[in-house]
Nanobody
Framework: EVQLVESGGGSVQAGGSLRLSCAAS????????KGWFRQAPGKEREGVAA????????WYGDSVKGRFTISRDDNQRTIYLQMNSLKPEDTAMYYC???????????????WGQGTQVTVS
Protein backbone atom coordinates (compact mmCIF):
# COMPACT_ATOMS: atom_id res chain seq x y z
CA GLU A 1 0.00 0.00 0.00
CA VAL A 2 1.15 3.56 -0.76
CA GLN A 3 0.48 6.53 1.50
CA LEU A 4 0.75 10.10 0.20
CA VAL A 5 1.01 13.34 2.17
CA GLU A 6 0.96 16.71 0.40
CA SER A 7 2.42 19.97 1.67
CA GLY A 8 3.39 23.38 0.37
CA GLY A 9 0.03 24.92 -0.37
CA GLY A 10 -0.87 28.43 0.67
CA SER A 11 -1.99 31.84 -0.50
CA VAL A 12 -0.10 33.77 -3.14
CA GLN A 13 -0.68 36.74 -5.38
CA ALA A 14 -1.22 36.33 -9.09
CA GLY A 15 2.08 35.92 -10.88
CA GLY A 16 3.70 34.30 -7.90
CA SER A 17 5.04 30.79 -7.39
CA LEU A 18 4.54 27.84 -5.08
CA ARG A 19 6.10 24.41 -4.86
CA LEU A 20 3.99 21.53 -3.69
CA SER A 21 5.52 18.38 -2.26
CA CYS A 22 4.08 14.92 -1.88
CA ALA A 23 5.85 12.49 0.42
CA ALA A 24 5.18 8.86 -0.37
CA SER A 25 5.60 5.68 1.63
CA UNK A 26 5.16 2.07 0.64
CA UNK A 27 7.52 -0.33 -1.01
CA UNK A 28 5.70 -0.31 -4.35
CA UNK A 29 5.95 3.48 -4.67
CA UNK A 30 8.52 3.43 -7.46
CA UNK A 31 6.41 1.31 -9.78
CA UNK A 32 3.47 3.71 -9.90
CA UNK A 33 2.68 6.64 -12.11
CA LYS A 34 2.53 9.76 -9.94
CA GLY A 35 0.14 12.56 -10.71
CA TRP A 36 -1.14 15.88 -9.46
CA PHE A 37 -4.83 16.72 -9.69
CA ARG A 38 -6.83 19.71 -8.53
CA GLN A 39 -10.42 20.42 -7.67
CA ALA A 40 -12.04 23.80 -7.33
CA PRO A 41 -15.39 24.27 -5.55
CA GLY A 42 -18.24 23.13 -7.74
CA LYS A 43 -15.94 21.65 -10.36
CA GLU A 44 -14.76 18.19 -11.24
CA ARG A 45 -11.31 17.01 -10.29
CA GLU A 46 -8.92 17.65 -13.18
CA GLY A 47 -5.50 16.36 -14.05
CA VAL A 48 -2.65 18.84 -13.74
CA ALA A 49 0.54 16.83 -14.28
CA ALA A 50 1.76 13.26 -14.28
CA UNK A 51 5.13 11.53 -14.38
CA UNK A 52 5.73 7.94 -15.35
CA UNK A 53 7.84 5.45 -13.43
CA UNK A 54 11.18 4.56 -14.92
CA UNK A 55 11.72 6.97 -17.81
CA UNK A 56 10.02 9.86 -16.06
CA UNK A 57 7.97 10.92 -19.05
CA UNK A 58 5.79 13.91 -18.17
CA TRP A 59 2.31 15.04 -19.12
CA TYR A 60 0.61 18.36 -18.37
CA GLY A 61 -2.91 19.66 -18.53
CA ASP A 62 -3.46 22.29 -21.21
CA SER A 63 -4.18 25.01 -18.67
CA VAL A 64 -0.82 24.63 -16.91
CA LYS A 65 1.58 23.84 -19.74
CA GLY A 66 4.61 26.09 -19.64
CA ARG A 67 3.87 27.21 -16.07
CA PHE A 68 3.93 24.04 -13.95
CA THR A 69 6.64 21.39 -13.69
CA ILE A 70 6.33 17.97 -12.12
CA SER A 71 9.41 16.20 -10.82
CA ARG A 72 10.33 13.41 -8.50
CA ASP A 73 13.13 12.49 -6.13
CA ASP A 74 13.08 8.73 -5.82
CA ASN A 75 15.65 8.71 -3.03
CA GLN A 76 13.39 10.97 -0.95
CA ARG A 77 10.22 9.29 -2.23
CA THR A 78 8.86 12.73 -2.96
CA ILE A 79 6.98 14.20 -5.87
CA TYR A 80 7.04 17.92 -6.54
CA LEU A 81 4.88 20.36 -8.45
CA GLN A 82 6.58 23.67 -9.18
CA MET A 83 3.92 26.22 -10.03
CA ASN A 84 4.96 29.51 -11.61
CA SER A 85 3.00 32.45 -13.02
CA LEU A 86 0.04 31.49 -10.90
CA LYS A 87 -3.39 32.76 -11.86
CA PRO A 88 -6.59 33.13 -9.81
CA GLU A 89 -8.08 30.26 -11.82
CA ASP A 90 -5.39 27.99 -10.38
CA THR A 91 -7.11 28.27 -7.00
CA ALA A 92 -8.10 24.76 -5.92
CA MET A 93 -7.36 21.88 -3.61
CA TYR A 94 -4.39 20.04 -5.04
CA TYR A 95 -4.02 16.28 -4.64
CA CYS A 96 -1.21 13.93 -5.44
CA UNK A 97 -2.03 10.42 -6.53
CA UNK A 98 -0.38 7.15 -7.49
CA UNK A 99 -1.73 4.74 -10.03
CA UNK A 100 -0.81 1.91 -12.34
CA UNK A 101 -1.39 3.95 -15.50
CA UNK A 102 -0.56 7.57 -16.27
CA UNK A 103 -3.93 9.00 -17.21
CA UNK A 104 -6.22 11.93 -16.55
CA UNK A 105 -8.88 9.41 -15.51
CA UNK A 106 -9.03 9.59 -11.72
CA UNK A 107 -10.30 6.00 -11.56
CA UNK A 108 -6.86 4.82 -12.72
CA UNK A 109 -5.28 6.08 -9.50
CA UNK A 110 -5.36 3.78 -6.51
CA UNK A 111 -3.91 6.06 -3.87
CA TRP A 112 -4.62 9.69 -2.99
CA GLY A 113 -3.29 12.23 -0.56
CA GLN A 114 -5.50 14.39 1.63
CA GLY A 115 -4.91 17.50 -0.47
CA THR A 116 -3.32 20.91 0.04
CA GLN A 117 -5.10 24.19 -0.65
CA VAL A 118 -3.72 26.71 -3.13
CA THR A 119 -5.32 30.15 -3.25
CA VAL A 120 -4.27 32.75 -5.82
CA SER A 121 -5.60 36.28 -5.53
Amino acid sequence: EVQLVESGGGSVQAGGSLRLSCAASGYTYSSYCKGWFRQAPGKEREGVAAISPGTGRRWYGDSVKGRFTISRDDNQRTIYLQMNSLKPEDTAMYYCAAGSICSWDTSEYNYWGQGTQVTVS
